[in-house]
């Protein structure tokens, strides 16, 4: 495997061509999924600093594996990017310094990376050391005399300085993701010391303070976190992606009030003509796409999946309608994963890269 540290948008699973090949490897047409493939690593595949679930070679074999065609030698070579990139979690954790969310969020750090080794079928010390490391993010740590949480960080959202620091809260760059990976682990019996208290850490959090996409420092002093905002509840930030893993949470610690709860939480948030008047396109991310996804995996571990219909079908309408008006070609943010939420398959398990299932 040729490899750069260039970023290349074809080799983006969010926006390039390998999110072009997961739709068609999905729907069974390999002649042009092999096209898409040959674009996103005619220039080289990441294996550096950039590389992760969505972008680079871990971005390769999870496309790779939904068609049964993952190498040993592409599997090492994703190997060797996790190897680094918990090498350098630890010398940070060692230092005392707080992370930052690249080195541990589902987008772009290690949160994703044990998502795709999950998908591995079989555990590994590896995925035991990704997970350990998941785990050591729920134990609290000191800097300058405060207490905070493990996962918090001393820049803001969009990655400039923050007085303060913060907790960021959603799927796609906040804890919600590291607790999806660490419940989806337990269910499928793959546990580390440890475990169940750290999902039980990051759910209590995110009853408290999930109802805004973040928590600032001055959050923490009050009484009471502040009313949230409004704001568009989407699969990365927001009420649903949170409730799925919430969802998770529960069905991981056999907590059937927290999963009647996260329950709740889907249904009434796409129920409610507020909300829902704030999506306003059809992408996976944070549109019509990712809410009908998420909404078909909640209700198929519910106990009663038939309160769903009703805003799955009013959701397949809106995708319908606005699928057309999507102008980007690719997975995340365009026409391919739209195209994957509305034909309602999951053959291949493809979703398990939202880390919904």
């Known amino acids: 495997m040729t490899t750069t540290t260039l970023p290349q948008r074809t080799q983006d699973l969010s926006?390039?061509?390998?999110?072009?090949?997961?739709?068609?490897?999905?729907?069974?047409?390999?002649?042009?999924?092999?096209?898409?493939?040959?674009?996103?690593?005619?220039?080289?595949?990441?294996?550096?600093?950039?590389?992760?679930?969505?972008?680079?070679?871990?971005?390769?074999?999870?496309?790779?594996?939904?068609?049964?065609?993952?190498?040993?030698?592409?599997?090492?070579?994703?190997?060797?990017?996790?190897?680094?990139?918990?090498?350098?979690?630890?010398?940070?954790?060692?230092?005392?310094?707080?992370?930052?969310?690249?080195?541990?969020?589902?987008?772009?750090?290690?949160?994703?990376?044990?998502?795709?080794?999950?998908?591995?079928?079989?555990?590994?010390?590896?995925?035991?050391?990704?997970?350990?490391?998941?785990?050591?993010?729920?134990?609290?740590?000191?800097?300058?005399?405060?207490?905070?949480?493990?996962?918090?960080s001393a820049v803001g959202p969009d990655g400039e300085e923050l007085a303060g620091g913060h907790s960021n809260n959603g799927v796609a760059h906040g804890i919600a993701g590291p607790l999806a990976v660490l419940s989806l682990a337990a269910r499928h019996d793959v546990l580390v010391p440890g475990q169940h208290a750290?999902?039980?850490?990051?759910?209590?959090?995110?009853?408290?303070?999930?109802?805004?996409?973040?928590?600032?420092?001055?959050?923490?002093?009050?009484?009471?976190?502040?009313?949230?905002?409004?704001?568009?509840?989407?699969?990365?930030?927001?009420?649903?992606?949170?409730?799925r893993a919430q969802q998770l949470a529960a069905l991981a610690l056999g907590d059937p009030a927290r999963r009647q709860a996260a329950e709740d939480t889907v249904v009434r948030t796409l129920t409610d003509p507020c909300h829902l008047a704030r999506i306003t396109d059809a992408t996976l991310c944070h549109g019509w796409a990712g809410l009908i996804t998420l909404a078909r995996a909640v209700a198929a571990d519910s106990p009663t999946p038939e309160r769903f219909t009703p805003a799955i079908a009013d959701l397949h309408q809106r995708l319908t309608i606005d699928l057309a008006r999507l102008r980007k070609p690719g997975f995340m943010e365009g026409r391919s994963g739209a195209q994957l939420a509305l034909d309602a398959m999951n053959v291949t398990n493809w979703t398990s890269v939202l880390l919904i299932t």
């Open 198 to 243: 750290a999902i039980e850490v990051f759910a209590r959090w995110l009853d408290r303070y999930g109802v805004n996409y973040w928590t600032t420092q001055n959050y923490l002093e009050a009484a009471e976190p502040p009313e949230p905002e409004p704001a568009r509840q989407s699969w990365c930030y927001g009420g649903p992606g949170i409730a």
């Open 15 to 152: 926006e390039g061509a390998l999110g072009m090949a997961l739709l068609h490897i999905e729907r069974g047409d390999l002649p042009t999924a092999r096209r898409h493939l040959a674009q996103a690593v005619a220039h080289g595949v990441s294996t550096g600093g950039n590389a992760s679930l969505f972008h680079g070679a871990p971005a390769l074999e999870f496309v790779l594996a939904r068609g049964g065609h993952a190498s040993a030698h592409v599997r090492a070579v994703v190997d060797g990017v996790v190897d680094v990139r918990l090498a350098a979690a630890r010398r940070r954790q060692t230092s005392g310094a707080l992370p930052h969310l690249a080195e541990w969020d589902h987008i772009r750090g290690l949160a994703g990376l044990g998502a795709l080794l999950l998908t591995r079928g079989a555990p590994s010390a590896l995925l035991t050391d990704v997970l350990t490391y998941l785990v050591s993010l729920s134990r609290p740590v000191r800097v300058a005399g405060r207490e905070l949480p493990g996962w918090w």
